[in-house]
């Protein structure tokens, strides 16, 4: 049974303009964006999130810390004096070019052992991000961030009672850089009491942030050991499965030092499996061209788009022979993973077609959802190709997750993202 528990959040004063202390997720900003927005404002998330060690600090995680409190002793962040549900619609175009609002809410959930079937992952993780996640939490005790949930609402009955429970009145507002606007309702009393049973029926699912919920039970378990169990909850946002604002891209796949035959051999390797349609020159047009070809397929067609640098010409490719599906099957996969697009491009095509082992990608695929960003650095880093698909559904990553199948890294992207520092989260209190 899930706990999902309203909480006393700590927020920005009022005093404070949310524009400039707000910032994307810590592990979709570069180096230029991160410089940015730690010159925007000494009270930007970033400090907290994305730390960096002063001249005379060796320990950025520890200086986190010392930040995180000097603010609140300040009174640049406040606690809310009643426990609440934080309450966020988030109105956006998505890359399709179509407008929707999400609603979610940001809560305190119960850890649970992904063994308890409570709490559901969908993708694999690296070690990497865990580590830095752990120090992080290690040194402030407290969650900087909100894990992404969903959870199925099959009755409707919690997107209805958010409905009738959003009071008229904004606790905030705030526009990112994408024109994405933000805003923030706080729900309390018994009408979050109410969600909280609704909730207690439901089966949760992460949708991005599988990287911080193992970390958050790592954490937990180091707590627990020294009889400590203030680490028993972390700060979550849930959103509906059947949300009409909820929304998942493709993140492409951009490999590099990893060496590629020239394209011809692909194309040769890969025509006994796959239909492969006219290649193109890379041209200002390229991205949009080959994107919109992958939308022409559906949903649920495996079609993807293969861009070689060297050569500066892509491919659509779709596959017809089924028969390689079922090959996955008998390697033990259930056959909604082996049909999955993600699953048939990391094993199908880079594993058996170019002969990449799926154990040694970690650091040699960048991940990038903005197509036309994608073919930009394709033409300008060191990449050896460019694999572009469509993007999965919520019903496969439902699907997959009751299964007990986990997706390869970065198989959904869930847009927009959440903003850091719309609320944080101290553990314990």
């Avoid at 919520?394 to 927009?416: D, L, N, Q």
């Amino acid at each position: 049974m899930a706990e999902v528990r309203p909480f006393r959040g700590i927020r920005y004063a009022d005093t404070i303009d949310l524009l400039k202390v707000v910032s994307p997720p810590y592990d979709v900003i570069d180096e230029a964006e991160a410089a940015e927005l730690r010159s925007r404002s000494p009270f930007n998330a970033i400090h907290l999130d994305l730390p960096v060690a002063p001249i005379g600090f060796t320990d950025k995680y520890s200086h986190a810390a010392d930040v995180y409190a000097t603010w609140q002793q300040q009174g640049a962040l406040l606690r809310d004096p009643d426990p609440c549900f934080y309450l966020i619609d988030q109105t956006f175009f998505g890359p399709d070019g179509f407008e929707r609002t999400r609603r979610g809410f940001a809560a305190r959930l119960k850890l649970a052992d992904f063994s308890e079937r409570i709490v559901l992952p969908h993708e694999k993780t690296h070690a990497g991000p865990k580590v830095d996640r752990l120090e992080l939490m290690r040194a402030t005790h407290a969650n900087m961030s909100q894990i992404f949930m969903l959870f199925p609402d099959d009755s409707g009955a919690v997107s209805a009672a958010l409905a009738a429970a959003a009071p008229p009145e904004r606790a905030a507002k705030v526009c990112d850089k994408d024109g994405n606007i933000h805003r923030l309702r706080l729900l309390r009393g018994p009408a979050a009491e109410a969600i909280a049973d609704l909730m207690a029926k439901e089966t949760i699912f992460i949708a991005d942030g599988h990287h911080r919920y193992e970390t958050a039970l790592a954490y937990r378990d180091e707590r627990r050991a020294l009889g400590d169990h203030s680490a028993d909850y972390v700060m979550a946002y849930f959103c509906s499965m059947a949300d009409p604002g909820l929304t998942v891209f493709p993140t492409h796949r951009l490999l590099k030092g990893i060496e590629i035959p020239p394209m011809d051999e692909v194309i040769a390797r890969l025509r006994p499996t796959f239909e492969i349609f006219p290649e193109r020159d890379a041209d200002e047009h390229a991205a949009e061209s080959l994107t919109s070809h992958l939308r022409s397929f559906g949903g649920q067609s495996k079609a993807f788009g293969l861009y070689f640098p060297r050569e500066r010409k892509s491919v659509t490719i779709e596959l017809r022979d089924l028969a390689a599906v079922s090959h996955l099957v008998d390697e033990g996969l259930c056959a909604d993973a082996a049909r999955l697009s993600v699953t048939i491009l990391h094993l199908l095509i880079f594993r058996d077609i170019l002969g990449i082992d799926p154990t040694q990608t970690e650091g040699r695929i960048d991940y990038v959802a903005d197509a036309a960003e994608a073919f930009t650095r394709l033409d300008s880093g060191p990449y050896t190709l460019g694999a572009f698909l469509n993007p999965t559904l919520v019903s496969e990553v439902r699907t997959i997750a009751e299964a007990g199948e986990t997706m390869p890294h970065k198989s959904t992207y869930f847009y927009p993202k959440l903003l850091t520092g719309i609320v944080y989260n101290s553990l314990g209190d």
